[in-house]
C-alpha cells in the first residue's frame, strides 16, 4: 500500500502565504512524477502545479503561475506547494498525487493520491 498525506492547509487572508507539504508512505514506489490538485466545492478537480523527476521541470496552471511553487525530493516521493499571493478563489481542498506514467497535467494519469487538505483564503 502507498499512502500520500498532505499537511500544512488552513485559514489566511489575501495576500497571505502556505506551504504545503505531501509526503509518501508504505510501499516502495518509483513515480515519473507529482502534483497537486485541488477541487473546489461544486467544481471539479483541476490541475494546479506538477514537477518531473528527471530533470525536475515544473508545471504550472495559468491561475497560479507566478505566484505558486511546486519542489520536491524525488528520493523521498515527498513534495511542497509554496503558495504566495493567495486569492479567495484558491480556496480548495487540494490533494496532492503521484504518477507513475507522466501527462501531468491530467488527473487520470495519476496512480495515488492523499486525501486532501484544506486552504480557505478570505477576503
Known amino acids: 500500500q502507498v499512502q500520500l498525506v498532505e499537511s500544512g492547509g488552513g485559514l489566511v487572508q489575501a495576500g497571505g502565504s502556505l506551504r504545503l507539504s505531501c509526503a509518501a508512505s508504505?510501499?516502495?514506489?518509483?513515480?515519473?512524477?507529482m502534483g497537486w490538485f485541488r477541487q473546489a466545492p461544486g467544481k471539479e478537480r483541476e490541475f494546479v502545479a506538477g514537477?518531473?523527476?528527471?530533470?525536475?521541470?515544473?508545471y504550472y496552471a495559468e491561475s497560479v503561475k507566478g505566484r505558486f511553487t511546486i519542489s520536491g525530493d524525488n528520493a523521498k516521493n515527498t513534495v511542497y506547494l509554496q503558495m504566495n499571493s493567495l486569492k479567495p478563489e484558491d480556496s480548495a481542498v487540494y490533494y496532492c498525487a503521484a504518477s507513475r506514467i507522466g501527462h501531468l497535467y491530467y488527473p487520470r494519469s495519476y496512480d495515488y493520491w492523499g486525501q486532501g487538505t484544506q486552504v480557505t483564503v478570505s477576503s
Open positions: 508504505g510501499r516502495t514506489f518509483s513515480s515519473y512524477g
Open positions: 514537477i518531473r523527476w528527471s530533470d525536475s521541470n515544473t
